[in-house]
C-alpha cells in the first residue's frame, strides 16, 4: 500500500462548482498534513496546513480525520484558475520528511 | 514568493556525461531537499540534507551524490548520465519544525539523449 493516495481524477467540474478531493495516509505516526498544488510544468507550492481542528482559507477548506487516516481538500466556487494538480502531503515525525502522494488533476471549465 | 534558485532549467546532454544542477536558496534555511519527478507521476525524495556537512539519501534510490558546503547551496551531480536519468529535479528548503514547509524552486528539466 502506498504511504500517501489520491485520487488521480481528473476532476472536470464547471465554474462555480463545488468539488471535494479525498486522501488517504498509511502510517499513523504521522504528525503534520499538507494541500500543496502544482500547475503544469511548475513547482509545487504550498496551499494549506491541515489542522485537526480542520482550517478554512476563503474558498479552500481541509480536514483531517486521523482516526481514519483521512484528509480532504473542499473547494467552493471554483474558479478557472483553480485548474492544476493538488497534491496531498504528510510528514511523518519517525522520518522526518515530506511525503508527496500522486496528486489529483482539477480541471475547471467555462 | 520563495527565493530559491535552480539551474540550469532545461538541459540537454549525451549519455555518458558529467553534470551538476544547481541549488540556492537565500532564505537561510538549514533543510534542503532533491525530488525527482516524471511526468504525471509522484515527486520522489532522492536526497536531503538538514544543515552543512550533513547529506542523506532518500527514499528513491538514485545514482546521483550531492554536497552541502554551504547552508544556502544544495548541488546534485551525476556522473555520468543515462537516459534513464531523463526526469524533472526538484529542489527544496525548508525551515524545520512543526509543521514544516518545503518552498520549491523551478526546477531542471533534464533530457538525456
Known amino acids: 500500500r502506498k504511504e500517501v493516495e489520491q485520487d488521480p481524477g481528473p476532476f472536470n467540474v464547471p465554474e462555480g462548482a463545488t468539488v471535494a478531493f479525498n486522501c488517504t495516509y498509511s502510517?499513523?505516526?504521522?504528525?503534520?498534513f499538507f494541500w500543496y498544488r502544482q500547475d503544469c510544468r511548475k513547482e509545487p507550492k504550498l496551499l494549506m496546513s491541515v489542522y485537526s481542528s480542520g482550517n478554512e482559507d476563503g474558498r479552500f477548506t481541509a480536514q483531517l480525520n486521523r482516526a481514519s487516516q483521512y484528509i480532504s481538500l473542499l473547494i467552493r466556487d471554483s474558479k478557472l484558475s483553480d485548474s492544476a494538480t493538488y497534491l496531498c502531503v504528510v510528514n511523518s515525525r519517525s522520518q522526518g520528511n515530506l511525503i508527496f502522494g500522486k496528486g489529483t488533476k482539477l480541471s475547471v471549465k467555462p | 514568493e520563495a527565493d530559491i534558485y535552480q539551474t540550469p532549467r532545461y538541459l540537454v546532454i549525451g549519455t555518458g556525461k558529467k553534470i551538476t544542477l544547481e541549488c540556492s536558496q537565500t532564505?537561510?534555511?538549514?533543510?534542503m531537499y532533491w525530488y525527482q519527478q516524471d511526468p504525471g507521476m509522484e515527486l520522489h525524495l532522492i536526497h536531503y540534507?538538514?544543515?552543512?556537512?550533513?547529506?542523506e539519501k532518500g527514499d528513491l534510490s538514485s545514482e546521483s551524490t550531492v554536497s552541502r558546503i554551504r547552508t544556502e547551496h544544495f548541488p546534485l551531480t551525476l556522473e555520468s548520465a543515462r537516459p534513464s536519468h531523463t526526469s524533472q529535479y526538484l529542489c527544496?528548503?525548508?525551515?524545520?519544525?512543526?509543521?514544516?514547509?518545503?518552498?520549491f524552486g523551478p526546477g531542471t528539466r533534464l533530457l538525456v539523449l
Open positions: 502510517n499513523s505516526a504521522s504528525q503534520s
Open positions: 532564505m537561510g534555511h538549514d533543510k
Open positions: 527544496a528548503s525548508g525551515r524545520g519544525g512543526s509543521p514544516e514547509t518545503q518552498y
Open positions: 540534507s538538514y544543515g552543512v556537512n550533513s547529506t
